[in-house]
């Protein structure tokens, strides 16, 4: 599979290593597939009695089968795909996927340690030196994943752009206690600014010293193929369960590398129909019916994707499959009064009581983003 930026720059048919390192095109937007050809049909008849090792690998082998040998990305796939993720019932017709199995209970830990895993395999091939600069504009769960999965795989965390945002208490200490202080930047502005400075800053090469910095983010093709996978494991484990005949997907509107990963998947033959949530004007009284109906707990940015997969099994009686990204312990102050319970933490998301908050607090400006970078 090759890669275009998907600005319709000057930047066309690269390959996914070159994509991967590239990170964004000259204009700040992803990569994404062309020329994509459909797995066959008796794929997805057999697909309940293959493992989610087995689904990751079909997947990898299509999205990068040309840049790797086939051991590679077995290897690849048995070092990333360390435990199952699970699939429950989020109300009639309707359920979840849960991708938690990291540090952080989010489906960006299974993001991050692929990119990881990626990135070192460059370092490896001497594609990017090990004294590159690897960087992050981060919002929320993604800050705190992103960092653990590269300091386990590669044994340092990249560069951590923080915006200024709305994060939960849980989500805070998971920043505080996982990144590494000296490389946590909270950016003063919020997380759409920070995306397009951080790529004016990657654009602007006086910066870097001849190094080749490389932007970690949900835009990099490494996440890309990640969400794609887990919409291919949902579907798995929905036909595992029993559920047969059409199936809707709901991606995240707000995030364009889950709804490109969504348009990749139906491409490559994944036989589903997407729903785009088009809103949700009260997502509380979402997550506090869907728990009366059917005791399931929406993570409060599952909410829209719940609604809009709900009006389609009530239109079409088809089965409706979203992803809940993330533990909804995290959100546990908003969630329980509107659930009238209380959120037991698992142990993973044990933390002690933040005596001081460590990070450095930036402007945001080019220049001020390069001291950043300066001693990495």
Same mark, same amino acid.
């Given at each position: 599979m090759i890669y275009r930026g998907s600005s319709h720059t000057a930047v066309r048919n690269v390959s996914f290593i070159q994509a991967m390192l590239s990170g964004v095109d000259e204009n700040g937007r992803g990569f994404v597939p062309v020329g994509i050809t459909p797995l066959p049909v008796p794929f997805f008849r057999n697909i309940a009695e293959m493992s989610a090792q087995d689904v990751a690998y079909v997947v990898v082998t299509v999205m990068m089968g040309n840049d790797y040998k086939a051991e590679e990305l077995r290897r690849f796939v048995d070092e990333w795909i360390v435990d199952d993720m699970n699939l429950y019932q989020a109300g009639e017709g309707i359920y979840a996927l849960e991708p938690w199995w990291g540090a952080t209970m989010s489906q960006y830990d299974i993001i991050g340690r692929f990119q990881a895993i990626l990135i070192r395999n460059c370092y490896d091939r001497e594609a990017v030196s090990l004294d590159s600069v690897l960087f992050s504009p981060s919002m929320d769960d993604s800050c705190a994943a992103i960092s653990q999965a590269f300091r386990s795989v590669i044994g340092k965390s990249p560069v951590m752009l923080q915006a200024v945002g709305t994060l939960s208490d849980i989500e805070k200490r998971q920043v505080y206690y996982m990144v590494d202080r000296d490389l946590l930047h909270l950016v003063t502005c919020d997380q759409q600014s920070l995306w %397009?400075?951080?790529?004016?800053?990657?654009?602007? %090469?006086t910066i870097w010293n001849g190094s080749r910095p490389v932007i970690i983010s949900d835009v990099n093709v490494a996440a890309l193929v990640a969400r794609v996978y887990c919409f291919f494991d949902a579907y798995r484990l929905l036909v595992i369960n029993g559920v047969h005949g059409p199936v809707t997907i709901s991606p995240d509107a707000r995030n364009d590398g889950d709804m490109l990963a969504a348009r990749v998947a139906v491409e490559m033959g994944l036989p589903v129909n997407i729903s785009v949530p088009s809103g949700v004007e009260n997502t509380d009284s979402v997550i506090s019916d869907v728990y009366r109906q059917s005791g399931y707990i929406l993570n409060p940015r599952a909410a829209e994707r719940w609604k809009a997969l709900n009006d389609r099994v009530m239109e079409t009686g088809e089965t409706g499959v979203l992803v809940n990204p993330s533990h909804p312990a995290k959100f546990r102050s908003r969630i329980e009064p509107l659930i009238n319970r209380v959120l037991m933490l698992p142990n993973k998301l044990h933390f002690n009581d933040i005596p001081r908050v460590h990070y450095k607090r930036v402007a945001p400006s080019v220049n001020a983003l390069k001291n950043c970078f300066i001693n990495y």
């Open positions: %397009q400075l951080s790529c004016r800053a990657f654009n602007n %090469q």
